[in-house]
């Protein structure tokens, strides 16, 4: 029977065998931490550092990652990046609704805490799900209604109600075929994730647009074994959709939306060569160079993932924002 998409990619994700119960996702897909953990958490460490000072340095202070997989971000922060100064008041915790993968020591949740610090929720609201509209041939918006176990799709009743009017103002379908990802669920899930910050920084990484340039035909996708393929609702593969990011940003007070590439240079992470007299002087700390650089320029690529939209919201506190 088909249901709504929303429906589909709730149980397909998150249901007792869903993709993110069962498999281990980041065998599937490439993220930031994936591409260069380390210069990743290196950043996330200098972001960490000016929050620890505009809080006049509290203890505990709190790093949360939203989405955190299997704890890759906050183990490579614990084995390289954290600044001077935090060891002993660090708080990590990774909230992940799948278990804790074995010999990760982290505190594990699936609940956001109270915050007093940084959250980092990174390529995690692109994996909430949504409801898909079509506008038909008489220019009527639908619902798209999806068979989970095929991925056959057929246009389901009108969207309606508070669908209806995120559609009219955050991605008004104009021609028949016309198709939007409704990131209304996505608006409700970021503010309640940073406003679990006290006090602090909470910060949204994904892929996603703004108005004016979104999609004609959507965005949703899946992916597995690390390839792009059809989206089907079956619990096999991911389904991700680009996030309305400036929808996200209309509930968050005070946000910023950057692009990671800008972010990240203003953080350290710039992806410059080494000096080429290196490589004579410093054989192996000239490969190690050149390797970093490579991948901070994966990082920070404007094709690639330096498009990433970073939303910075501060919690009251001020002067934190990179």
């Not at 209806?164 to 899930?189: H, S, T, Y």
């Amino acid at each position: 029977m088909a249901v709504s998409w929303r429906q589909a990619a709730q149980h397909a994700l998150y249901g007792p065998d869903g993709f993110y119960l069962s498999t281990h996702p980041s065998a599937h897909f490439r993220t930031s931490v994936h591409a260069a953990a380390d210069l990743f958490a290196d950043a996330i460490g200098a972001l960490l550092e000016r929050v620890d000072r505009a809080l006049g340095h509290p203890d505990p202070i709190d790093l949360v990652d939203v989405g955190a997989g299997s704890g890759e971000l906050l183990t490579a922060l614990t084995t390289r990046s954290v600044p001077s100064g935090l060891g002993r008041r660090l708080r990590l915790t990774a909230v992940e609704r799948g278990p804790r993968p074995a010999g990760v020591d982290l505190r594990w949740t699936a609940e956001i805490p109270a915050v007093t610090g940084l959250l980092v929720a990174n390529e995690w609201l692109d994996n909430v799900p949504v409801d898909v509209a079509e506008r038909d041939s008489s220019g009527v918006d639908r619902l798209v209604l999806v068979e989970p176990e095929t991925g056959a799709e057929e246009l389901g009743p009108p969207v309606a109600a508070a669908d209806a009017d995120w559609l009219a103002r955050w991605w008004p379908l104009v021609e028949p075929g016309d198709r939007a990802e409704i990131g209304a669920p996505r608006d409700v899930e970021w503010a309640a994730a940073a406003g679990r910050v006290r006090r602090g920084l909470a910060v949204a990484v994904d892929y996603g647009h703004v108005s004016g340039a979104r999609p004609a035909v959507g965005t949703l996708t899946g992916y597995r074994d690390g390839r792009q393929v059809p989206p089907v609702p079956d619990g096999s593969c991911d389904l991700t959709a680009h996030v309305a990011m400036d929808a996200v940003a209309a509930t968050a007070p005070g946000a910023v939306l950057r692009r990671q590439r800008d972010v990240l240079r203003t953080l350290g992470v710039t992806g410059g060569l080494p000096p080429r007299e290196l490589a004579s002087v410093d054989p192996a700390e000239y490969l190690r160079a050149l390797s970093a650089a490579s991948r901070a320029a994966e990082l920070t690529s404007a094709d690639g993932l330096g498009a990433f939209y970073w939303l910075m919201q501060p919690r009251n506190t001020e002067d934190v924002l990179p």
